[in-house]
T-cell receptor, first 114, second 114 residues
Framework: QKEVEQNSGPLSVPEGAIASLNCTYS??????FFWYRQYSGKSPELIMF????GDKEDGRFTAQLNKASQYVSLLIRDSQPSDSATYLC??????????????FGKGTLLTVNP | DAGVTQSPTHLIKTRGQQVTLRCSPK?????VSWYQQALGQGPQFIFQ???????QRGNFPDRFSGHQFPNYSSELNVNALLLGDSALYLC?????????????FGDGTRLSIL
């Protein structure tokens, strides 16, 4: 069974600090990796995606991928109270033929304290 | 540029009833995936539609069925509702059937079963 694992948290950081969110996955055939932010009572919002090993930066967000270790992370620099949300890691893995399926972790709750 | 739209926003049903949820994909997208999200969990994949056909399916019973129309919009039908079907139902759209393409979510339909 293909799994995506995240620490459920809560992860608490002070305003202005770096928040580090981690995710591991079991399927070595996984090809693409996504981070979604979900505010309480709302739907997931795509914030980052990464396909290749290494780092990808977009504003205050950096996604890091290490396929050998089957590990993907999200760093949030200069964390703001508005970043307080659940962060979902999602992994696109082959599911037969030419199909790929998106599997989500349970999410990590991040709280940024003013 | 219209995003993914879902209707209705909220729905209350009783056990044994049937429900139909609707989704219009983001402009330019041709693939629709449906997810069920229980409280405190990540979204669970139900099925995906592309070219008006169900391309792949998650571990959900046959009570869950769907349809995609020529304009790429989609419906999710659930028969013989159970208490455990209470959840947030999310529709996500993407382009070209899935590999590597980010999925964008609608606001969801919150289904409550009494």
């Amino acid at each position: 069974q293909k799994e995506v694992e995240q620490n459920s948290g809560p992860l608490s950081v002070p305003e202005g600090a770096i928040a580090s969110l981690n995710c591991t996955y079991s399927d070595r055939g996984s090809q693409s990796f996504f981070w979604y932010r979900q505010y309480s009572g709302k739907s997931p919002e795509l914030i980052m995606f990464i396909y290749s090993n290494g780092d990808k930066e977009d504003g205050r967000f950096t996604a890091q991928l290490n396929k050998a270790s089957q590990y993907v992370s999200l760093l949030i620099r200069d964390s703001q109270p508005s970043d307080s949300a659940t962060y979902l890691c999602a992994v696109n893995s082959p599911s037969g033929g030419s199909n790929y399926k998106l599997t989500f972790g349970k999410g990590t709750l991040l709280t940024v304290n003013p | 540029d219209a995003g993914v739209t879902q209707s209705p926003t909220h729905l209350i049903k009783t056990r044994g009833q049937q429900v139909t949820l609707r989704c219009s994909p983001k402009s330019g997208h041709d693939t629709v995936s449906w997810y069920q999200q229980a409280l405190g969990q990540g979204p669970q994949f139900i099925f995906q539609y592309y070219e008006e056909e169900e391309r792949q399916r998650g571990n959900f019973p046959d009570r869950f069925s769907g349809h995609q129309f020529p304009n790429y919009s989609s419906e999710l039908n659930v028969n013989a509702l159970l208490l455990g079907d209470s959840a947030l139902y999310l529709c996500a759209s993407s382009l070209g059937g899935g590999f590597g393409q980010p999925q964008h979510f609608g606001d969801g339909t919150r289904l409550s079963i009494l």
